[in-house]
T-cell receptor, first 115, second 116 residues
Framework: DADVTQTPRNRITKTGKRIMLECSQT?????MYWYRQDPGLGLRLIYY???????NKGEISDGYSVSRQAQAKFSLSLESAIPNQTALYFC??????????????FGEGSRLTVL | AQSVTQLGSHVSVSEGALVLLRCNYSSSVPPYLFWYVQYPNQGLQLLLKYTTGATLVKGINGFEAEFKKSETSFHLTKPSAHMSDAAEYFCAVSPTGGTSYGKLTFGQGTILTVHP
C-alpha cells in the first residue's frame, strides 16, 4: 500500500458542486500539503499544515478550504467548483524532525475535471 | 520570496546522449535545493537534494546536480540518457529555516523526451 493515499484518483464534476479530495498517510509525518499541478506552471501550494492545530494558506488558496482531521488525514474542499479548478491535485507529507531539508513525499494525485 | 526558473519546458535527447536540465533560483540566502521526477500518471519522487556539504550531489538512476552559489544554479545532468528517463522533471527550493522551512517552491517543470 502507498504511504500517501489520495481519493478519489479521478473525478468529473459540474460547476457549482462541492468536492472533497482526501489524503491519508502512514508515514507518521507531522506536516501535510496540498499542491495543484497545471501544465507549464509546475506545482503551486494551496494549503499546508505543520500539525493538527496549524493550517496555513499557500499561494493559491482562494476557492479552497482544508481540514486536518488527524495527524494522518488532510482533506481539500472546493465549496463551489469552477472550470479553472480543473487540474491535478497532489497531497504531500514531510517530517520536520527527519532528514535535513524537509523532503516531500507525494501521493499519486487526484485528477479533477470541472465541466 | 523564493522562486525557481527552469530553462526549457521541453528537452529532447537521443538515447545515450548527455542530459542537461537547467534550474536557476532566486533567494536572499542559499536555500535547500531539490530535483523531483514525475513519470506518467504517477506522483513526484525525489531524485536528489542539496542541503549542506559537497556541492556535487548524486541521486538515483545516475543523475547528479551541482550547486553553484555564484550562478544561483542547480542544473541536473546524466551522462547517458536511457529511454526510461523520459518524464517530467521539477526543480524546487526550500528555506533553510524559519516558519517556512520545508515549504517547497517548484519550477515550471521540464519534459524530457528520449529518442531511440
Amino acid at each position: 500500500d502507498a504511504d500517501v493515499t489520495q481519493t478519489p484518483r479521478n473525478r468529473i464534476t459540474k460547476t457549482g458542486k462541492r468536492i472533497m479530495l482526501e489524503c491519508s498517510q502512514t508515514k507518521g509525518h507531522d506536516r501535510m500539503y496540498w499542491y495543484r499541478q497545471d501544465p507549464g506552471l509546475g506545482l503551486r501550494l494551496i494549503y499546508y499544515s505543520f500539525d493538527v492545530k496549524d493550517i496555513n494558506k499557500g499561494e493559491i488558496s482562494d476557492g479552497y478550504s482544508v481540514s486536518r482531521q488527524a495527524q494522518a488525514k488532510f482533506s481539500l474542499s472546493l465549496e463551489s467548483a469552477i472550470p479553472n479548478q480543473t487540474a491535478l491535485y497532489f497531497c504531500a507529507t514531510s517530517d520536520f524532525r527527519g532528514t535535513l531539508g524537509g523532503e516531500l513525499f507525494f501521493g499519486e494525485g487526484s485528477r479533477l475535471t470541472v465541466l | 520570496a523564493q522562486s525557481v526558473t527552469q530553462l526549457g519546458s521541453h528537452v529532447s535527447v537521443s538515447e545515450g546522449a548527455l542530459v542537461l536540465l537547467r534550474c536557476n533560483y532566486s533567494s536572499s540566502v542559499p536555500p535547500y535545493l531539490f530535483w523531483y521526477v514525475q513519470y506518467p500518471n504517477q506522483g513526484l519522487q525525489l531524485l536528489l537534494k542539496y542541503t549542506t556539504g559537497a556541492t556535487l550531489v548524486k541521486g538515483i538512476n545516475g543523475f547528479e546536480a551541482e550547486f553553484k552559489k555564484s550562478e544561483t544554479s542547480f542544473h541536473l545532468t546524466k551522462p547517458s540518457a536511457h529511454m526510461s528517463d523520459a518524464a517530467e522533471y521539477f526543480c524546487a527550493v526550500s528555506p533553510t529555516g524559519g516558519t517556512s522551512y520545508g515549504k517547497l517552491t517548484f519550477g515550471q517543470g521540464t519534459i524530457l523526451t528520449v529518442h531511440p
